[in-house]
């Protein structure tokens, strides 16, 4: 910690200012991209016909998809796969056990499937999905987060096995116009409208919001028109691309198209005091101060003392 109160002010405004000014800078990254897309559209939406996922998404064949987890999984880990079994239709869970994922890639290639995705669980908690498209890419590693299940959404509707609409918002730019086709190529191309049933991925600021409902008419008393009302059916999570890789997974020698690349700085704030007025050690008010949990002393079965905390 910096002592000097004039250095340690002029440190905090540096950094203050550094943060804005990246902000700033993605943000035009972001609207020139986008604009580059718009002027670019044509040439984008070019080579729709010959990249990896037209066979599917021309109907040529029907999705197949193979779902696992990362070998030492827990038991959120299926149950995020049992979820998605429920959203993506033509999918198959397979127990991964000790085998390697290019294994995998090789039989779910011999089995004509079109799509692997693998769900990485960290601390019996997911925080990765990977999603390979077949037989010849492309690789794409999310981060997952802010994962809610089925079950544990309050008031959640139930889906039925309608093929579900599939809603894709602000894919625009080069990158995301190339992860929306590989989404989309999970989906059949031909919903049941009659299921009533949505699925969203929503773009925004990078990250990718996944929601899930059914919706639904109720004519309400004193209305001439039936409104239109939603359920949300669960799961809910949220995406984060980290890298996208030309070609099946392989992690040697893999040539990647795009790589996340965190720019700094990192670091962790706690609050251990917040005071009154200006800075002063001796006559300062505090409105709040973090005080250390008891120590308790306590023996155990041998008579060796040991620290507790509450």
Request: hydrophobic share 30%.
């Amino acid at each position: 910690m910096i002592k000097n109160k004039e250095k340690r002010s002029a440190v905090y405004a540096k950094i203050k200012h550094d943060k804005k000014l990246e902000k700033k800078k993605i943000a035009k990254a972001r609207e020139a991209a986008e604009n580059r897309a718009l002027e670019l559209g044509e040439e984008l939406f070019a080579g729709n016909d010959a990249d990896e996922f037209s066979s599917v998404l021309n109907s040529e064949r029907p999705p197949k998809v193979l779902m696992t987890t990362c070998r030492f999984n827990s038991t959120r880990g299926p149950a995020l796969i049992k979820d998605l079994l429920t959203i993506i239709p033509n999918a198959d869970y397979y127990k991964r056990g000790t085998y390697d994922l290019k294994k995998i890639v090789e039989y779910a290639n011999n089995k004509e499937y079109t799509s692997i995705i693998v769900v990485h669980t960290s601390r019996r908690e997911p925080d990765a999905l990977l999603i390979i498209g077949l037989p010849n890419g492309p690789t794409a590693h999310f981060k997952l987060s802010n994962l809610v299940l089925h079950k544990d959404l309050k008031n959640h509707g139930n889906p039925t096995g309608h093929k579900p609409e599939l809603v894709l918002n602000n894919f625009t730019t080069r990158l995301g116009h190339r992860v929306g086709r590989l989404i989309q190529s999970l989906f059949p191309q031909d919903p049941e409208f009659r299921g009533r049933r949505v699925v969203t991925f929503h773009n925004q600021r990078d990250f990718i919001f996944f929601r899930h409902h059914r919706y639904f008419w109720r004519r309400i008393p004193g209305c001439k028109r039936a409104s239109l009302l939603s359920r949300e059916c669960g799961p809910r999570f949220t995406l984060k691309l980290t890298s996208l890789q030309h070609g099946t997974f392989d992690t040697k020698g893999g040539e990647y198209e795009w790589v996340h690349k965190e720019c700094g700085p990192r670091f962790t704030l706690k609050l251990t005091s917040l005071q009154h007025g200006t800075f002063d050690t001796k006559g300062g008010e505090y409105e709040w101060v973090h005080k250390e949990p008891c120590e308790v002393k306590a023996f155990g079965p041998s008579g060796v003392q040991s620290d507790l905390f509450w």
